[in-house]
């Protein structure tokens, strides 16, 4: 059944938006990597799923990156391992925004430092003060894709992080 599963997510996963416009909220989230099916782990096994050895974002997690505009209109990305710089952050979210978009994010700089080479609108929420909203300006919506993301994923009881680009186009087209 996983044979057949991935057949069709793979068809599933390159149905996407093709541009994003007016307010788009842009972050990332991070999944543990997952060498689930693997013959040979190169780590040593985790049990029960459990937890990375380094605390916060490492090269044990793998990062996500989630655009949405206010249509509705959702695209993700698997960026890479550890933290997200503004090379892959302009690869992928370049070609599919419009020159007039207003990219809404939070204290990241990467996005800043993005949006400053890319010559578009930014506006950025700082989280850490206990700023959620500046009137229309907040990433609300992209916060909430994630949690409802994570909280599916779970019930696969992980997902190989070589399928995580499928399952995250098969989420996008349920939501």
């Known amino acids: 059944t996983l044979r057949w599963r991935h057949r069709f997510l793979h068809s599933i996963k390159a149905d996407r938006a093709p541009m994003l416009q007016g307010i788009t909220e842009a972050d990332e989230t991070y999944f543990l990597e997952s060498q689930k099916g693997c013959r ?71 996005y800043r430092y993005f949006a400053q080479d890319a010559d578009i609108s930014h506006d950025a929420i700082n989280l850490s003060a206990g700023i959620r909203v500046k009137g229309a300006i907040h990433i609300q919506n992209v916060n909430a894709y994630h949690s409802r993301l994570k909280l599916w994923v779970n019930r696969f009881h992980g997902v190989a992080t070589h399928y995580l680009d499928n399952y995250l186009g098969w989420f996008r087209t349920l939501d």
């Not at 799923?49 to 990062?63: D, F, L, P, R, T």
């Not at 992928?92 to 809404?104: C, G």
């Open 40 to 110: 040979q782990l190169k780590r040593s096994p985790r049990r029960r799923g459990g937890k990375a050895c380094k605390a916060g974002i490492s090269n044990e997690q793998v990062c996500v990156l989630v655009a949405r505009d206010r249509t509705g209109q959702t695209l993700d990305w698997v960026t890479g391992h550890g933290q997200m710089n503004k090379a892959q952050l302009g690869s992928v979210l370049q070609p599919v925004l419009a020159t007039d978009v207003l990219l809404v994010s939070d204290g990241n700089p990467t």
